[in-house]
């Protein structure tokens, strides 16, 4: 406990300013609905008729005119891709910063075993993207209200739930990949989210490049589907687990024997 | 008497490049032992090692009896430790890090921790990234010290120290030592070497060139001597390794500094310098030996 009490403290500043302004960008476009709903003909027309560009974010599918469906959409691009950033740099530096900080000598001189430093730094991982996901569900809940809309409460709570998820196994995939790696990783981090996101975009793009949905974690989080059909998909989702504890048994296994730099 | 560090043909290749090769150490309970090497030598992999943070290539290690790669947490609890490098979490105090260090080993050292601050003058409201390297130095001496641990094993724990402060930091470990802690502490500074420890062992190249008392070590008591204004040495005793610098002449002297100054005081120097000889000679002697054996051997 005092190691997962350290990681949380250590991560305060990136969770206190990412918390922040994925909060605030996704308030503020909840806050705006009431705007566009004066205009919702022409944006449904203008969003449906873009060709592959709707088709790439889901955008024919779902009714800008309900409030569900446009927070589908854009909580999906906020918290989806805001998440899936500050969950790859937390995960893809839980690890290797004691060795890239030259902290590994003193922290790993403590009588820890290895799988408990790993057991430690994955829970504050993951507890600081629960932090971040409730202060992003209250604030919207809050904004909602504010705004006079009512969500719908299963789809709302299935797509947090999803985008939630979704930060996890990127997080954990990240956290694996650290336990390898004894530099700063938060390009590859980065990377590793953005390729992600992009992989579910082709996907949406060709019938044929549908499978990467198996692969990306975008694809189980999809707003639109969500939306439309009330429920996650789950051959999406297993898949998507499977990669999560491969993600956390890849950051044992290594870190177990890893030789310290 | 119960041995403390023990390790067996200890072997640590990283990838294909050479880290120690067939290390044998013993080290006793209650030794004050010292590990002496140039830079790059073997020290800090084999202090590594020990310590669980790399693995070895071959060979074993252990500690009061238990292998370092199988009792790993057990092992650690003995042991205070400060790594040659001194790095900590920069965003945090001083005395956040000595806090957090007592916490992970579950233990309450805050009296203890105190009175380590006060004798060495660390303030511990300091920010790490405020301090000095020498300041680190001192908050990674409590780290190591606070428990009071069975072993101390300490990489070149005097580089960045101001004198005052090495001489109160060996009077700590003499407590401690007193007190029945092991002292296990690498340095390529011979004369705190010479001075505090009772045991040495030589490393060079990743091989032990030689391990024994103190006082064994006898040609650590040689001196340098580099004379100006003449390009020929008279016959004296006790030198070996004379070579000739730039407009004069140096040598190792291992006897009488009286003798030395009277045979010196008979030459036309211009110009004199007696110094500490660096450990590059002192190991030569040791190369020569080994030599010297495989030359009987083989004849």
């Known amino acids: 406990m005092i190691l997962l009490r350290h990681e949380l403290r250590q991560g305060r500043m990136p969770l206190l300013v990412w918390t922040a302004v994925i909060s605030l960008m996704l308030g503020a476009c909840v806050l705006i609905y009431p705007e566009m709903k004066g205009q919702i003909s022409e944006i449904n027309s203008m969003f449906s008729n873009m060709g592959s560009f709707s088709a790439a974010f889901g955008m024919d599918q779902v009714n800008f005119g309900e409030f569900t469906g446009y927070f589908g959409i854009e909580c999906g691009n906020i918290l989806g891709l805001g998440g899936a950033f500050f969950a790859s740099l937390m995960g893809i530096s839980a690890l290797a910063k004691e060795e890239k900080g030259q902290t590994a000598e003193f922290l790993l001189t403590h009588p820890l075993s290895r799988r408990q430093v790993v057991l430690e730094k994955l829970a504050a991982l993951f507890l600081q993207i629960l932090i971040l996901n409730i202060a992003a569900v209250g604030g919207s809940i809050l904004c909602a209200l504010i705004a006079g809309e009512s969500p719908e409460g299963e789809i709302f709570a299935l797509l947090f739930l999803a985008y939630f998820l979704l930060q996890l196994e990127i997080g954990a995939i990240c956290f694996g990949i650290s336990a390898f790696i004894s530099k700063s990783g938060l390009g590859m981090g980065l990377g590793v989210a953005a390729l992600f996101y992009f992989l579910n975009l082709i996907a949406n793009l060709t019938e044929e490049a549908r499978s990467l949905k198996y692969i990306t974690p975008f694809g189980y989080t999809e707003g639109a589907d969500i939306v439309k059909s009330t429920g996650i998909e789950i051959k999406y989702l297993a898949v998507g687990m499977v990669l999560l504890v491969a993600g956390v048994v890849c950051a044992f296994h290594r870190y177990g024997k890893k030789d310290m730099a | ?299």
């Open chain 2, 1 to 299: 008497m119960r041995s403390m560090i023990k390790t067996e043909s200890l072997t640590k290749y990283y990838g294909k490049s050479r880290g120690i090769l067939d290390v044998d150490l013993s080290i006793d309970e209650g030794d004050f032992f010292g590990f002496i090497g140039p830079n790059g030598a073997g020290k800090s992999t084999t202090i590594r090692i020990l310590l669980g943070l790399i693995s070895p290539t071959k060979g074993t290690a252990e500690i009061c009896g238990r292998d370092v790669t199988k009792e790993k947490k057990a092992i650690l609890a003995d042991i205070g430790y400060m790594p040659s490098e001194t790095m900590f979490y920069h965003n945090r105090k001083a005395g956040e890090i000595i806090k957090l260090s007592a916490d992970l080993r579950k233990r309450d050292c805050a009296s203890e921790a105190a009175a380590l601050c006060e004798r060495l003058a660390l303030d511990p409201e300091k920010k790490i990234s405020q301090l000095s390297l020498g300041n680190r130095k001192k908050v990674s001496i409590v780290c190591a010290l606070q428990h009071k641990p069975k072993l101390c094993v300490l990489d070149e724990p005097t580089s960045g120290l101001d004198p005052l402060i090495q001489r109160e930091f060996y009077k700590i470990l003499e407590e401690r030592n007193n007190a029945g802690a092991t002292i296990f502490l690498s340095s390529h500074v011979l004369s705190e070497v010479q001075k505090h420890c009772r045991h040495v062992a030589v490393i060079r190249e990743g091989k032990i060139l030689a391990s024994d008392g103190i006082e064994n070590l006898g040609h650590a008591e040689a001196k340098r001597v580099t004379v100006k204004g003449m390009d020929t040495l008279p016959a004296m005793e006790h030198v070996r390794n004379v070579k000739e610098v730039d407009g004069g002449i140096r040598f190792l002297y291992s006897g009488r500094t009286s003798a030395l100054l009277h045979a010196l005081s008979q030459l036309p120097l211009t110009d004199i310098e007696i110094t500490e000889p660096d450990l590059e000679e002192i190991f030569l002697h040791y190369y020569e030996k080994e030599e010297e054996k495989h030359d009987i051997i083989e004849a």
